[in-house]
């Protein structure tokens, strides 16, 4: 490294770097803490704008579609489910929520599936299987394989983002803190979506900071995909539909993010009336418009 028109050895560096690191200390407490809270309102600020952004943007496909089909494809729409039919799930896409609500995709993605108790996810977490050992078995969370996968892969020092963030210990216990309260929450007062969320006393305690509504339905719904044959696959908010399955709720608000192609055909032939009336086996299906 240059310093001064010199190449400047390690033990200067060191040096400058001792320097700089007292001149840190000296800095008065209010102007770090005033940095921190800047970068936090900046955070904020720059997630707000993001936000907003994708609202735009998830509108504007719903332009798109109005336009392209004939059925209704409204990503911010919500489809009531029974969640004991939700049974299958899948692989992500390659993708975040908000790049792939609101599409139609061919091909086979709905093909390749898995029993929601055997792989719920990207990262398998054992989530209904755990949950029953917890809320029905009255087990210790430490006892479950939902902590101790979680556990594992935070002493192994895995990416944070995809544990919600997590790095130790007491994180996880926090949050199955959480998960205790949210299954008391939906027990007592039924399933809410993140409409309802918003505007009703209590508060969801899963949520970990104030986003738009319009992030909550794409990222906080649980979020399902439909096959070619109308069927439902899994794709997000594991925790929400488990515990809505031990609970017992008869239905849930879900966000349909991409429909098969195949799927969406039909949807446009009943519509239209170029089917011959609508199939027996689909009459009650919520994804048929009126």
């Not at 719920?120 to 050992?133: A, I, N, R, T």
Request: hydrophobic share 30%; glycine share 6%; with cysteine.
């Amino acid at each position: 490294m240059r310093a001064n028109g010199r190449w400047s050895t390690s033990s200067q560096r060191r040096s400058t770097d001792t320097r700089s690191v007292q001149a840190t200390n000296r800095t008065p407490a209010i102007y770090r803490d005033m940095r921190v809270r800047n970068g936090a309102v900046t955070s904020r600020w720059l997630l707000e704008a993001r936000d907003c952004y994708v609202d735009k943007r998830l509108r504007a496909r719903k332009l798109y579609n109005d336009v392209r089909y004939h059925s209704r494809i409204d990503p911010y729409e919500l489809v009531t489910v029974d969640p004991t039919t939700v049974t299958r799930s899948m692989i992500p896409f390659d993708k975040p929520n908000r790049k792939v609500a609101g599409t139609v995709v061919g091909g086979s993605w709905d093909r390749e599936t898995y029993d929601f108790g055997e792989r719920d996810g990207e990262f398998h977490m054992y989530v209904l299987e755990s949950f029953e050992q917890r809320f029905v078995e009255g087990r210790e969370w430490e006892e479950t394989r939902y902590y101790q996968s979680l556990l594992r892969r935070i002493r192994n020092g895995e990416d944070p983002s995809a544990m919600w963030g997590h790095t130790t210990e007491a994180d996880l216990r926090d949050r199955c803190e959480k998960l205790d309260s949210m299954f008391e929450a939906m027990s007592e007062f039924g399933y809410k979506s993140q409409a309802e969320l918003l505007t009703e006393r209590w508060k969801d305690p899963m949520a970990s900071r104030p986003r738009r509504e319009s992030y909550r339905k794409i990222n906080g719904e649980v979020a399902v995909n439909i096959d070619r044959n109308g069927e439902f696959i899994f794709y997000d908010g594991r925790h929400r539909l488990a515990l809505a399955k031990i609970v017992g709720v008869d239905t849930i608000p879900v966000v349909v993010l991409v429909r098969h192609r195949r799927w969406q055909r039909t949807r446009d032939e009943i519509l239209r009336g170029a089917a011959d009336g609508v199939p027996s086996h689909l009459e009650e299906h919520p994804d048929i418009d009126p």
